[in-house]
C-alpha cells in the first residue's frame, strides 16, 4: 500500500514569518513530487513540482526533496493571511496517477 | 485558454440511485483522472482515462464506471449510490503518452450528497 503521510495540523504562524510543511512517502520509485493549496470548499490548485533532489524555488515557495530519506517539504516565505488554506502533498504514481496525504492545514494569523 | 470544467457543481441523489458526473479537460490536454475527495481527507484515486480506454484504476468498487470520447472529455458513473459516496468529486487534466511525470490539473469538482 503506497502511502503519504502530512501532519494534519493546523499549523499556526504568525504573518511575515516561515511556514514549514512536511511530507514523507513510501513508494522509492516515486518520480515526482507536487505540491496543491486547497481553499475551503474549493479545489486543489498546484503551487510547485520537483523532480530532483535538492531545493526549488518560485517566489515565496521553495520545495524541497530528499529521495533517500523518502521526504518532501515546502517552505512559504513572508507568509500572509491569504495563506490560510490545506496544503496537499501528492506523489506521481506513474502515469501521472497521483497518491495525496491528508494535508496540512496552515492558519496564518495577522 | 479554458480550464479544466466540471458539471454539475452539486447533486443530491438518494441511496440505490445512479449518478453521471461530467468533465472537459484543460485545453490540450488528453488524459483525463477522477478522484474522490471525503471531507477532511486527500483526495484518492479512482481511475484515469486515456484514448478512451481505462489506463489505470484506483481501489474502487465496480459500481464506479467511467468513458472517454474522442474528443476527450469524460464521464464517471456510479450505481447503486451509498451514503459513504457522498464527497468532492474531482477531475483532473493532463498529457498523455510520453509525459507521464506531468502535473494534473483540477477541475472545481462536483459535490455529491446522497441522502
Known amino acids: 500500500q503506497k502511502e503519504v503521510e502530512q501532519n494534519s495540523g493546523p499549523l499556526s504562524v504568525p504573518e511575515g514569518a516561515i511556514a514549514s510543511l512536511n511530507c514523507t512517502y513510501s513508494d522509492r520509485v516515486s518520480q515526482s513530487f507536487f505540491w496543491y493549496r486547497q481553499y475551503s470548499g474549493k479545489s486543489p490548485e498546484l503551487i510547485m513540482s520537483?523532480?530532483?533532489?535538492g531545493d526549488k524555488e518560485d517566489g515565496r515557495f521553495t520545495a524541497q526533496l530528499n529521495k533517500a530519506s523518502q521526504y518532501v517539504s515546502l517552505l512559504i516565505r513572508d507568509s500572509q493571511p491569504s495563506d490560510s488554506a490545506t496544503y496537499l502533498c501528492a506523489v506521481n504514481e506513474g502515469y501521472s496517477t497521483l497518491t495525496f496525504g491528508k494535508g496540512t492545514m496552515l492558519l496564518v494569523s495577522p | 485558454d479554458a480550464g479544466v470544467t466540471q458539471s454539475p457543481t452539486h447533486l443530491i441523489k438518494t441511496r440505490g440511485q445512479q449518478v453521471t458526473l461530467r468533465c472537459s479537460p484543460k485545453?490540450?490536454?488528453?488524459?483525463v483522472s477522477w478522484y474522490q475527495q471525503a471531507l477532511g481527507q486527500g483526495p484518492q484515486f479512482i481511475f484515469q482515462?486515456?484514448?478512451?480506454?481505462?489506463?489505470q484504476r484506483g481501489n474502487f468498487p465496480d459500481r464506479f464506471s467511467g468513458h472517454q470520447f474522442p474528443n476527450y472529455s469524460s464521464e464517471l458513473n456510479v450505481n447503486a449510490l451509498l451514503l459513504g459516496d457522498s464527497a468532492l468529486y474531482l477531475c483532473a487534466s493532463s498529457l498523455g503518452q510520453g509525459h507521464s511525470n506531468q502535473p494534473q490539473h483540477f477541475g472545481d469538482g462536483t459535490r455529491l450528497s446522497i441522502l
Open positions: 520537483i523532480y530532483s533532489n
Open positions: 485545453s490540450g490536454h488528453d488524459t
Open positions: 482515462y486515456y484514448e478512451e480506454e481505462e489506463r
